[in-house]
């Protein structure tokens, strides 16, 4: 695997690294929270299908050499979602995409770390322009996006609903 982004970010209070197996437990407390997958799965998953979304983002890795990292807070050791890059085959662009569990809302993990996700990928991919695709609905992730110096560029129908795009500029 030839990684593009780093494999690890610090920040202050979180490591931001690659998956691993036993980071699925984890995982699945986002996943099998209805208000975590409100705006993005629209659905609870399984154990099983959260251990394979976990899969999905590591291979992300190997396709694409960049990839969502599994947000781990260096206090209690817990990770606390996935923030990183994502392009899929049916999204428009490659992305900075953020999502962490319930009980850890509020508390600016996911501002911290989708900053260093995003001057991370300004050194290592300069020339790769990221959007952030959010649900009209997702409040939250549209006042993160403007946060994070992001502006609106369209709305677009993805999946039954309408995004919306926000750009993000380069500093």
């Known amino acids: 695997m030839k990684c593009l982004m780093p494999e ?3 920040t202050e209070r979180l490591i931001l690294r690659l998956f691993q197996e036993g980071d699925w437990p984890d995982l ?4 099998s929270d209805p208000e975590c997958v409100k ?3 629209e659905r609870t998953l399984t154990e099983g299908e959260s251990w394979r979304t ?3 983002m590591i291979g992300h890795w190997h396709l694409r050499g960049y990839g969502p990292y599994a947000v781990q807070e260096k206090s209690s050791g817990r990770v606390l979602g996935p923030i990183g890059l994502w392009y899929p085959n049916d999204w428009p662009e490659p992305e900075i995409k953020w999502a ?3 009980p850890f809302w509020g508390k600016g993990f996911a501002s911290e770390a989708a900053r260093a996700v995003k001057e991370a ?3 290592a991919l300069p020339d790769t322009p990221l959007i952030s695709l959010i649900f009209s609905e997702n409040e939250a992730s549209i006042k993160l996006a403007k946060a994070l110096g992001a502006s609106f560029e369209r709305e677009m129908p993805f999946r039954g ?3 919306h795009i926000y750009r993000h500029s380069s500093n």
């Not at 699945?28 to 996943?31: D, F, I, K, M, N």
């Open 100 to 102: 962490i569990s319930r």
């Open 161 to 163: 609903h309408c995004a």
């Open 8 to 10: 690890v970010i610090e």
């Open 121 to 123: 990928a300004e050194m």
């Open 28 to 31: 699945h407390t986002l996943y």
């Open 39 to 41: 705006y993005t799965l």
């Open 54 to 56: 976990m899969a999905g």
